[in-house]
């Protein structure tokens, strides 16, 4: 979108409609939302980790019905199979021979309701779909919808019945984000709207598939200056030298930060990456992929403060990407 300014314009808008239009349901909590649409734009996938009833299952929701999109969602609990989740071979005795049946997986966008409620095995059930896009079953391969948005949910680790996520998956998502409660006046709205409807606001689609597609294509047409790159490639380098962390951003994480910059970025307006868009979007998207030394935890050292101190050590350049339109 670098010389495309009514390109540039379009996205806007429409990012600006489905904002709009998603935070009739999640009140008082715009960064939530954009992240969520960074994540989307981005091709990503999107962690949400907070206590029940804070309002994970309705953004995903939302998100769905606003880009006219099929959403299903998933519960997991430590008995939910695999098979579940992508789906099975089933024979078919008319036809005389096996025929695939799809499983939840297959939608727009995918609710992984309390994820870590499910077996490391059924957990691991989800990571090709969200690499590669499509469900393998009998050496059989599946492409799942486009655009394609996994949504898990996970409640905090300390609660009865949970499964730590293993680290391969974890890095299998883009971001990583927490709700959290909303403020007083937020809350009163929602009560307030509550007692007039009995029921949640459903909002309605403000664009289609189409035009997802398209603003997913043009977020990886944002410019992003060399300064820029270096920038990026410094971070996560950084994290790799901290004593604190065993395991620090490796090149996914990398380049998960720079696309998400570029989404960022395009939401909120510009066809180029500025420094700002990266340190805003790096919490999100490389506090799960730090690995603290069991040094570090008894301590209680804690990633995001490491991160904090690894955006504020590293010089910011200066002017990157100014004047780029």
Same mark, same amino acid.
């Given at each position: 979108?670098?010389?495309?300014?009514?390109?540039?314009?379009?996205?806007?808008?429409?990012?600006?409609?489905?904002?709009?239009?998603? /935070?009739?349901?999640?009140?008082? &909590?715009?960064?939530?939302?954009?992240?969520?649409?960074?994540?989307?734009?981005?091709?990503?996938?999107? =962690? %949400?980790?907070?206590?029940?009833?804070?309002?994970?299952?309705?953004?995903?929701?939302? =998100? !769905?019905?606003?880009?006219?999109?099929?959403?299903?969602?998933?519960?997991?609990?430590?008995?939910?199979? @695999?098979?579940?989740?992508?789906?099975? +071979?089933?024979?078919?005795?008319?036809?005389?021979?096996?025929?695939?049946? *799809?499983?939840?997986?297959?939608?727009?966008?995918?609710?992984?309701?309390?994820?870590?409620?499910?077996?490391?095995?059924?957990? +691991?059930?989800?990571?090709?779909?969200? /690499?590669?896009?499509?469900?393998?079953?009998?050496?059989?391969?599946?492409?799942?919808?486009?655009?394609?948005? %996994?949504?898990?949910?996970?409640?905090?680790?300390?609660?009865?019945?949970?499964?730590?996520?293993? /680290?391969?998956?974890?890095?299998?998502?883009?971001?990583?984000?927490?709700?959290? #409660?909303?403020?007083?006046?937020?809350?009163?709205?929602?009560?307030?709207?509550?007692?007039?409807?009995?029921?949640? $606001? %459903?909002?309605?689609?403000?664009?289609?598939?189409?035009?997802?597609?398209?603003?997913?294509?043009?977020?990886?047409?944002?410019?992003?200056? *060399?300064?820029?790159?270096?920038?990026? !490639?410094?971070?996560?380098?950084?994290?790799?030298?901290? $004593?604190?962390?065993?395991?620090?951003?490796? @090149?996914?994480?990398?380049?998960?930060?720079?696309?998400?910059?570029?989404?960022?970025?395009?939401?909120?307006?510009?066809? #180029?990456?500025? *420094?700002?868009?990266? &340190?805003?979007?790096?919490?999100?998207?490389?506090?799960?992929?730090?690995?603290?030394? @069991?040094?570090? /935890?008894?301590?209680?050292?804690?990633?995001?403060?490491? =991160? +904090?101190?690894?955006?504020?050590?590293? $010089?910011? @350049?200066?002017?990157?990407?100014?004047?780029?339109?």
């Amino acid at each position: 979108m670098t010389h495309q300014p009514d390109a540039v314009g379009t996205f806007a808008r429409v990012h600006g409609d489905l904002l709009t239009n998603v /935070e009739q349901v999640i009140r008082g &909590k715009t960064e939530v939302v954009r992240l969520a649409l960074a994540c989307l734009f981005a091709g990503g996938h999107l =962690l %949400v980790e907070d206590v029940p009833g804070v309002g994970k299952t309705s953004l995903a929701k939302a =998100l !769905a019905a606003s880009i006219d999109g099929t959403w299903h969602r998933i519960q997991f609990t430590p008995d939910l199979l @695999p098979g579940d989740i992508t789906g099975v +071979s089933v024979w078919n005795q008319q036809s005389n021979r096996f025929e695939f049946r *799809p499983g939840a997986v297959f939608a727009n966008v995918v609710v992984a309701d309390e994820i870590n409620r499910a077996s490391p095995k059924t957990q +691991s059930a989800l990571l090709e779909v969200m /690499e590669e896009r499509q469900v393998t079953v009998d050496a059989i391969g599946y492409p799942v919808p486009e655009p394609f948005l %996994v949504l898990a949910t996970q409640n905090p680790i300390d609660l009865e019945g949970t499964y730590r996520l293993p /680290e391969a998956q974890l890095d299998r998502f883009l971001m990583r984000i927490a709700v959290g #409660y909303p403020d007083l006046a937020a809350e009163e709205e929602i009560l307030t709207g509550r007692a007039r409807s009995g029921g949640p $606001p %459903v909002p309605r689609p403000v664009t289609t598939l189409e035009a997802v597609h398209w603003m997913v294509a043009a977020t990886a047409a944002v410019h992003v200056d *060399p300064a820029v790159v270096r920038y990026v !490639a410094t971070i996560t380098a950084a994290t790799r030298e901290r $004593p604190e962390l065993r395991l620090g951003a490796s @090149p996914r994480g990398s380049l998960a930060l720079l696309r998400a910059a570029q989404s960022y970025a395009a939401g909120e307006g510009r066809g #180029y990456v500025v *420094p700002d868009d990266v &340190k805003r979007i790096a919490p999100a998207v490389l506090i799960h992929r730090l690995l603290l030394t @069991p040094e570090a /935890e008894v301590r209680g050292v804690r990633a995001a403060g490491v =991160l +904090s101190e690894v955006l504020a050590g590293v $010089p910011v @350049p200066a002017a990157a990407g100014a004047g780029v339109r």
